[in-house]
């Protein structure tokens, strides 16, 4: 099965532009993660997705951040205005209902802010 | 809270030799648990998980993890270490939230 595709792969950006990631998820999971990695940390989960619904933003900074996924299949992660310590790899995943094959992840988008 | 735990931060071993990366997690009923291993510039890549039943599972590549309910731990271990096993690894609990929470990451180094 094809897995989680994300893109861009790299972005630079200036600080106070805005940026924008796509992820799209396996075909069939409901659940769609994105998670903030900072280098040499945990990755940090900013938002959970069921379907098209949020389930779980508390962690996102929403004063900057806002994701989004319409009809319940590809999401985007947006960021506006950026700030340098948002620099980070942005990573998808997404899971069955029934969680059992685990969580899978993309490659991940790495943001360098500037 | 709910929480995961690597103690460890950098682990170095020389190749061929036995490895165990630690990992705790902190809540009163069993969550569901994971290994991820990430190389540089790399995704997240699923070693292996535990839900239930058998306490040791076998993983991908030769890593093998023993869930212990009495310690709260989900040790993950390989009896000779590659070269190639040089990455970050990354323990992480599922809860009844159904969030994936992960550990701060534990580094191998291995000399030859």
């Known amino acids: 099965e094809a897995g989680v595709a994300q893109s861009p792969r790299y972005k630079i950006i200036e600080k106070r532009q805005s940026v924008a990631f796509w992820c799209n998820p396996i075909s069939g999971h409901a659940t769609l993660y994105w998670y903030q990695q900072i280098l040499g940390q945990g990755p940090k989960l900013l938002i959970q997705?069921?379907?098209?619904?949020?389930?779980?933003d508390s962690q996102l900074p929403k004063d900057r951040f806002s994701a989004e996924r319409l009809k319940g299949v590809d999401s985007t992660l947006k960021i506006q205005p950026a700030k340098l310590e948002d620099s980070a790899v942005y990573l998808c995943?997404?899971?069955?209902?029934?969680?059992?094959?685990?969580?899978?992840f993309g490659s991940g988008t790495r943001l360098t802010v500037v | 809270a709910q929480s995961v735990t690597q103690p460890d931060i950098h682990i170095t071993v020389s190749e061929g030799a036995s490895l165990e990366l630690r990992c705790n997690y902190s809540?009163?009923?069993?969550?569901?648990l994971f290994w991820y291993v990430q190389s540089p510039g790399q995704g997240l890549q699923l070693l292996l998980k535990?839900?239930?039943?058998?306490?040791l599972v076998q993983g991908i590549k030769g890593f093998e993890a023993e869930f212990k309910r009495s310690q709260s731990s989900f040790n993950l271990r390989k009896p000779s270490v590659h070269w190639s096993d040089a990455a970050e690894y990354f323990c992480a609990v599922v809860y009844n939230t159904d969030k994936l929470i992960f550990g701060t990451g534990t580094r191998l180094q291995v000399f030859p």
């Open positions: 809540y009163g009923a069993t969550p569901y």
């Open positions: 535990y839900f239930s039943g058998d306490t």
């Open positions: 997705f069921q379907n098209n619904g949020v389930v779980d």
């Open positions: 995943a997404s899971s069955s209902r029934d969680r059992r094959g685990g969580y899978t």
